[in-house]
């Protein structure tokens, strides 16, 4: 069956998820998965949708773009290739979070240290808070570590990182946290 | 996927509150050493114990690290050296207590304890034995800890024990008289007794508990405290109810970080995992003390009139939480008011807000007794027993554990200031009323007799 990324970017309003998926009906789609946040004042979606009647994605972006356009919103389609499922490779749950003064460069060094111990980040967040009046931000990535790297190693290579940015940094087994928060 | 403020609060409690586990205590049994060759005795109890925890230190700090919580003491509990070891007598029991001390020494951990009897309703050859060591065995050592059970509610107290008992902590504090009557610290008299209490200086393997097995204390009053403080900032007008729930939902928490690390530290020694002891375990740090939650409750310090009722609804709040959390509760559970180990008790009970008897009467609400009160050198044996005997007592008729850690401080006297060291702190001497006037009591012996289990008004 076929099947197509969307995603739509823009200025957040009430609507937008109405305009959307009632225009993927009127083409006879079908949602099959979304997620959806916003930052700040910025809406971001991306959407995995089935096609079963082939509709060309050319006219379905044409559409959705032509509807979207006075709500300030821009709408991305992307054939989804079929692909065989991958056998996952074993993986530790562990959540990366640092805390420090905002400096360009950061994210890039942080992550690239993360990428180069083959971990893949499967939820990032960062907030800017206030601690006596000097903006800072904490940054919390939520990584798969392969099994092959040890949890030591893994923190030590980020501490060696965020210390050249003056951050501080903790790496610990994501499950701790869903052991002290969730019954 | 994770919450921003499930991430930042638990990070908070771990770097700002002091939240961490306070001990991974493995529990070994010796019972099944028994030999009447004592060189033979020793040598098997080293190796069990020496091969058994061998990599516990190593397993706690990696699980701790993985988690990021600190493990902050690794220990050993055994079965009652009086049993284990019955056919020896006292100076054969010093050599055991050496061995343990050593064994202790050898695989890292800061305390062993278990040198200890159950001697309730009557002292058998072995009892009297361990008992009779006691001083010199604390003396001669430093991570071993000893326990005595003289009451329980079913069998009564053993008044012969408790005045025994008094004898036992004199001869203790003259032996270690150097150091303050460190001793003492060390040596713990109780009624009712858990067989799985992971937290020294009672802590020893139960008759009826498997060979080997992990039991962790959890701590955390500065994580208490702190939600208190900030409930009251979202609420100034929060009533007790509201607290209560506050430091239910907390102890829940911290009671969860215990269960996790203790079951991933038994599966990887493959070992039992026991129970978790719900307490509410100080240090003598700013922001890790049990005193400071009276005082974020409104009280002006721990000791003044509400101080019983306060700590009554902490206790019991802390056992609401951590009974939910936890699928296997033990130990002592609740929250522990040792004086010198808690800065901020140290500090009321200089200042006159806590008194030797507003301490006894709190102990009836809470875990523990009397822990860790330092007293006049000269207040006699007499005197201590009967102390000993009054928080037995409390014990035993309200069915739930109470302990004495008494340390009369050879050559001091009330309001001189005594340092322990470390975790067991420093404290000013406690000033006892009407000393050396019990020992018509205490010296008729005998027992009192076990409490009727109805009409409990």
Do not use: W
Request: hydrophobic share 45%; with cysteine; glycine share 10%.
């Amino acid at each position: 069956m076929n099947k197509f990324v969307l995603s739509v970017i823009g200025k957040d309003k009430p609507g937008i998820l109405a305009k959307i998926s009632t225009i993927l009906f009127t083409h006879g789609c079908n949602i099959e998965d979304v997620s959806q946040t916003i930052l700040q004042t910025e809406f971001a979606s991306i959407f995995i949708v089935l096609n079963p009647d082939d509709h060309p994605l050319d006219e379905i972006g044409s559409s959705l773009n032509a509807a979207l356009e006075d709500m300030e919103l821009s709408a991305h389609l992307r054939p989804m290739a079929a692909s065989a499922p991958v056998a996952a490779s074993a993986t530790q749950p562990f959540v990366i979070t640092t805390k420090g003064v905002d400096k360009p460069g950061t994210i890039a060094a942080v992550t690239e240290a993360i990428a180069s111990l083959t971990c893949n980040v499967v939820h990032f967040r960062a907030i800017i808070t206030q601690d006596d009046g000097v903006d800072e931000m904490i940054m919390i990535f939520e990584v798969d570590v392969p099994s092959g790297v040890e949890h030591r190693h893994l923190r030590r290579v980020m501490q060696e990182t965020c210390s050249k940015f003056g951050l501080n940094v903790s790496v610990q087994h994501r499950d701790i946290f869903e052991t002290i928060h969730r019954v | 996927m994770l919450n921003d403020r499930e991430v930042l609060s638990t990070l908070s409690m771990i770097k700002n509150e002091n939240l961490d586990v306070r001990t991974v205590t493995l529990g070994i049994s010796l019972l099944d050493c028994a030999s009447h060759d004592l060189p033979r005795f020793t040598d098997t109890i080293y190796k069990r114990i020496t091969t058994l925890a061998r990599d516990l230190v190593t397993v706690c700090d990696e699980v701790g690290d993985r988690y990021g919580i600190p493990v902050v003491n690794k220990r050993i509990s055994v079965s009652p050296i009086a049993v284990a070891a019955a056919p020896f007598d006292s100076r054969g029991m010093v050599e055991v207590a050496k061995t343990l001390d050593q064994a202790a020494k050898d695989v890292n951990v800061d305390f062993i304890g278990g040198f200890g009897a159950l001697v309730e309703k009557g002292m058998a050859k072995g009892d009297l034995a361990l008992i009779d060591a006691i001083p010199e065995a604390l003396d001669v050592t430093h991570r071993m800890c000893s326990s005595i059970n003289v009451a329980t509610t079913r069998a009564g107290i053993n008044m012969d024990a408790v005045a025994l008992m008094g004898r036992t902590i004199k001869a203790a504090a003259a032996r270690t008289a150097d150091r303050d009557g460190l001793g003492c610290a060390k040596l713990v008299v109780f009624a009712n007794i858990p067989e799985d209490v992971p937290f020294m200086a009672g802590a020893y393997l139960g008759i009826g508990e498997a060979s080997s097995v992990i039991n962790v204390g959890v701590s955390g009053p500065g994580v208490v405290k702190k939600a208190i403080d900030r409930a009251l900032q979202d609420n100034p007008g929060a009533h007790l109810g509201e607290l209560a729930d506050v430091i239910k939902r907390t102890a829940y928490k911290v009671t969860r970080v215990g269960e996790i690390i203790g079951r991933e530290v038994a599966r990887i020694l493959a070992v039992e995992f026991g129970i978790v002891d719900l307490s509410l375990a100080p240090t003598p740090n700013v922001g890790d003390s049990v005193g400071e939650i009276f005082q974020s409750l409104g009280l002006g310090a721990i000791g003044v009139p509400g101080s019983t009722a306060a700590l009554a609804m902490l206790n019991d709040a802390v056992k609401k939480g951590g009974a939910f959390a936890s699928s296997r509760v033990g130990g002592l559970s609740g929250a522990f008011i040792p004086v010198s180990e808690d800065l901020n008790i140290a500090a009321a009970a200089s200042a006159g807000h806590l008194c030797l008897e507003k301490l006894e009467a709190m102990t009836a609400v809470c875990s523990v007794g009397l822990d860790m009160v330092a007293l006049p050198g000269d207040t006699t044996a007499e005197t201590l027993s009967a102390i000993i005997a009054d928080e037995m007592a409390i014990g035993m008729i309200n069915k739930k554990t109470t302990a004495c850690r008494l340390i009369p401080v050879p050559g001091k006297k009330a309001g001189d200031r005594v340092h322990f060291g470390g975790l067991l702190g420093e404290a000013e001497i406690m000033p006892v009323r009407s000393n050396g006037v019990s020992a018509g009591f205490i010296n008729r012996g005998g027992g009192i007799p076990a409490p009727l289990q109805a009409l409990i008004n």
